[in-house]
């Protein structure tokens, strides 16, 4: 599960105040502008932020890019103006993993920053399972593969050494080596 972290960038101290209220979350940070945001991004690492979406609308959106240039798994909910649709769907193009109309409606911010720790869950879950089922390294299937060859041919040439190096097609010195690397005893 990743930590209940939220950054809320916003330059309006009493908005910001507000939505740490209402989000229930672990941890909370308050950045003023964009530089401080990056800044506590990088301290922090939090999995959800929330960034205001208005005007000047390049700038805001400029922010949100360099927030996800910075950590492409964090989940940024942006908080648009009601009457600017063009601004939620210029901000989910650009990466936004939710919209929020402001004024803010409480229980559809705190909905949509749940989705967002849900979706950061289920993507470090997935990670984790890619991890897990990542094949292993060539060398422990070839050694693999040269161990059961070579106990498949001592089994056909019924122990003898000679023929087992016949059938595996290398010298006698060899397969003592090879005997020997893997831990095969004739006793």
């Known amino acids: 599960m990743v930590p209940r972290i939220l950054l809320i960038v ?6 910001a105040a ?9 941890h909370a940070y308050l950045a003023e502008d964009r530089d401080s945001g990056l800044d ?18 390049t700038d805001a959106l400029a922010t949100l890019s360099r927030l996800l240039a910075e950590a ?3 989940k940024i909910v942006a908080l648009t103006p009601a009457d600017r649709r063009i601004l939620a769907v210029r901000a989910v ?13 409480v229980e559809e911010l705190v909905a949509a920053v749940r989705r967002a720790f849900q979706r950061a869950d289920l993507e470090q879950e997935g990670r984790r399972l890619v991890d ?11 050694d693999d593969m040269e161990r059961r060859a070579m106990l498949d041919a001592l089994a056909r040439a019924g122990g003898n050494l000679s023929a087992t190096a016949r059938l595996l097609g290398v010298s006698r ?15």
Do not use: F, W
């Open 93 to 105: 193009a650009r990466g936004a993993h939710d919209v929020c109309s402001t004024p803010l409606d």
């Open 173 to 187: 010195p060899t397969l003592y080596a090879l005997m020997k690397q893997h831990g095969v005893r004739t006793e």
């Open 72 to 74: 492409p798994s964090t």
């Open 40 to 57: 506590l991004l990088r301290r922090h690492k939090p999995p959800v932020i929330l960034l205001p979406i208005g005007e000047p609308e």
């Open 132 to 142: 897990q089922d990542a094949p292993p390294p060539l060398r422990v299937l070839r």
């Open 10 to 15: 916003d330059d309006t101290p009493a908005l």
């Open 18 to 26: 507000r939505l740490r209220d209402a989000v229930p979350v672990s």
